[in-house]
C-alpha cells in the first residue's frame, strides 16, 4: 500500500499568491514524522519543514507552513507569496518509529511547482 | 560547509562495468543512507549505515554493495552495472539520536547505464 500520496502531479500558481500541495499518509504507528523537501531543476534535496506526529502546533518555517490534520492523515504544504524561484519539484516524506534507531525516509511521488509571472 | 559530497555528478558506463559512487559528510553523524530517485517513483531507499561498521539493506537492494569503515564515507559499490540501474543516486545524512532531524542530501550522481 502506497505509504505517501501526493495526487498532484503539477501545479501553477501566479507569483505571490498562495499555493498548497497535497499529501496524505498512511501508517500505524503512532510515533513519526513528516518531512517536504524541495527539487529544483538543479537536482538537488533541500529541506523544507518537519512535522512530528506528536506536535500540538502546525510548522511555520518562513513562507512554508504545514497544515497537519491527523485524523486524516493529512500534511499538506502551503507555501504563502509565491516566487518564481518556488518553480520546482515538491516531495512529501515519512519517518516511521522516531524513537527506534535509524528510520528510513518514504517518499511520495512529488508534485511539479510552476510559478508563473 | 560542505555538509554532504558526492562524487562523481555525471557518470555513463557500459553493461557488466562496475564503479563506486563516493560519498564523504563533514557534520559527524552517525546516519547515513544511499537512495535511487527513478522518475515517476520518488526516492527509494537502497543501503543504510547506522555507523562505522554497522550496514543494513534497505528497500532495493539488489545489485549494490555498501561499508563504512570510517563515519565520514560510505561508498555504493555497483558490481555488474545493468541498464535497470540507470538512476539519480542521492546520498543522505543525518545525526541519529535527534530523530526529528532531516536528513541531509548530496547533490546526486547522475548514472546512465548503456
Known amino acids: 500500500a502506497q505509504k505517501i500520496t501526493q495526487t498532484q502531479p503539477g501545479m501553477f500558481v501566479q507569483e505571490k499568491e498562495a499555493v498548497t500541495l497535497d499529501c496524505t499518509y498512511d501508517?500505524?504507528?503512532?510515533?513519526?514524522?513528516l518531512f517536504w523537501y524541495k527539487q529544483p531543476s538543479s537536482g538537488e534535496m533541500i529541506f523544507l519543514i518537519y512535522?512530528?506526529?506528536?506536535?500540538?502546533q502546525n510548522a511555520t518555517e518562513g513562507r512554508y507552513s504545514l497544515n497537519f490534520q491527523k485524523a486524516r492523515k493529512s500534511a499538506n504544504l502551503v507555501i504563502s507569496a509565491s516566487q518564481l524561484g518556488d518553480s520546482a519539484m515538491y516531495f512529501c516524506?515519512?519517518?516511521?518509529?522516531?524513537?527506534?534507531?535509524?528510520?528510513?525516509?518514504?517518499f511520495g511521488t512529488g508534485t511539479r511547482l510552476l510559478v508563473s509571472p | 560547509n560542505a555538509g554532504v559530497t558526492q562524487t562523481p555528478k555525471f557518470q555513463v558506463l557500459k553493461t557488466g562495468q562496475s564503479m563506486t559512487l563516493q560519498c564523504a559528510q563533514d557534520?559527524?553523524?552517525?546516519?547515513m543512507s544511499w537512495y535511487r530517485q527513478d522518475p515517476g517513483m520518488g526516492l527509494r531507499l537502497i543501503h543504510y549505515?547506522?555507523?562505522?561498521?554497522?550496514?543494513d539493506q534497505g528497500e532495493v537492494p539488489n545489485g549494490y554493495n555498501v561499508s563504512r569503515s570510517t563515519t565520514e564515507d560510505f561508498p555504493l559499490r555497483l558490481l555488474s552495472a545493468a541498464p535497470s540501474q540507470t538512476s539519480v543516486y542521492f546520498c543522505?545524512?543525518?545525526?541519529?539520536?535527534?530523530?526529528?532531524?532531516?536528513?541531509?542530501f548530496g547533490d546526486g550522481t547522475r548514472l546512465s547505464i548503456l
Open positions: 543522505a545524512s543525518s545525526p541519529g539520536h535527534y530523530s526529528n532531524q532531516p536528513q541531509h
Open positions: 501508517t500505524s504507528d503512532p510515533s513519526y514524522g
Open positions: 549505515s547506522v555507523g562505522a561498521g554497522i550496514t
Open positions: 516524506a515519512m519517518r516511521e518509529g522516531m524513537n527506534t534507531g535509524f528510520q528510513k525516509l518514504v
Open positions: 557534520m559527524n553523524h552517525e546516519y
Open positions: 512535522q512530528g506526529s506528536y506536535d500540538q
